[in-house]
């Protein structure tokens, strides 16, 4: 059974970098019929796409975000990864990593449960 | 402002029938790209309940079924039950974005 699980910091300072993990067991991160993602959720708000990776190392970044954004692809841990720079509070969220067909961009079938980032000094 | 529109809010008595619909455009839903729907308990990750606009994965009961149609698709769920009570998300592809798009969410009641 695929789990995904996100790891890293809950609390990030205003004007630095956020970094998260995304750990994926129970299948292969290096299958071509999935992207892998990254989609937050402010407190209180609806769900927003940050971005995909590709096993191969492509990305899409949503262009809201695309200056402050990289997402990586680590295939030899089974992991991908998001780095959000110059981070405000408006960046306060809980940021879910997740598994995508890639099959004409289809169905988000699974999900990690999700982790907090708080930006605040 | 999401791209897929939804209802803030529906509601409906148990054992009623209930509707969300999500109205996207040209470059998403109008497209020809699926539509997905998700379900969020509070506190939890989005769940897929409804998948390629009116396929339910596998434990997900018939009560919810989904269509499409132009630019919108909609979700419904006969016969209502408390356990029903959550978020729901429709989510597709946009090519403006090249990347996934939700809905603003609905937050269904059960009265």
């Known amino acids: 059974q695929l789990q995904l699980q996100e790891s890293g910091p809950g609390l990030v300072k205003p004007s630095e970098t956020l970094s998260l993990t995304c750990t994926v067991s129970?299948?292969?991160?290096?299958?071509?019929?999935?992207?892998w993602g990254w989609i937050r959720q402010p407190p209180g708000k609806g769900l927003e796409w940050i971005g995909s990776?590709?096993?191969?190392?492509?990305?899409y970044y949503n262009p809201s975000l695309k200056s402050r954004l990289t997402i990586s692809v680590d295939t030899s841990k089974n992991q991908f990864s998001l780095k959000l720079s110059s981070v405000t509070a408006a960046d306060t969220a809980v940021y879910y990593c997740?598994?995508?067909?890639?099959?004409?961009?289809?169905?988000?079938?699974?999900w990690g449960q999700g982790t907090l980032v708080t930006v605040s000094s | 402002q999401s791209v897929l529109t939804q209802p803030p809010s529906v509601s409906g008595a148990p054992g009623q029938r209930v509707t969300i619909s999500c109205t996207g455009s040209s470059s998403n839903i109008g497209a020809r790209y699926d539509v997905h729907w998700y379900q969020q308990l509070p506190g939890t990750a989005p769940k897929l309940i409804i998948y390629?606009?009116?396929n339910r994965p596998s434990g997900v009961p018939d009560r919810f079924s989904g269509s499409k149609s132009g630019t919108s698709a909609s979700l419904a769920i006969t016969g209502l039950q408390a356990e029903d009570e959550a978020d729901y998300y429709c989510q597709s592809y946009d090519t403006s974005l090249s990347g996934w798009v939700f809905g603003g969410g609905t937050k269904l009641t059960v009265l």
């Open positions: 990776i590709y096993y191969s190392g492509s990305t």
């Open positions: 129970g299948g292969s991160i290096s299958s071509s019929s999935y992207y």
């Open positions: 997740a598994r995508g067909y890639s099959s004409s961009w289809s169905k988000i079938d699974c």
């Open positions: 390629g606009n009116n």
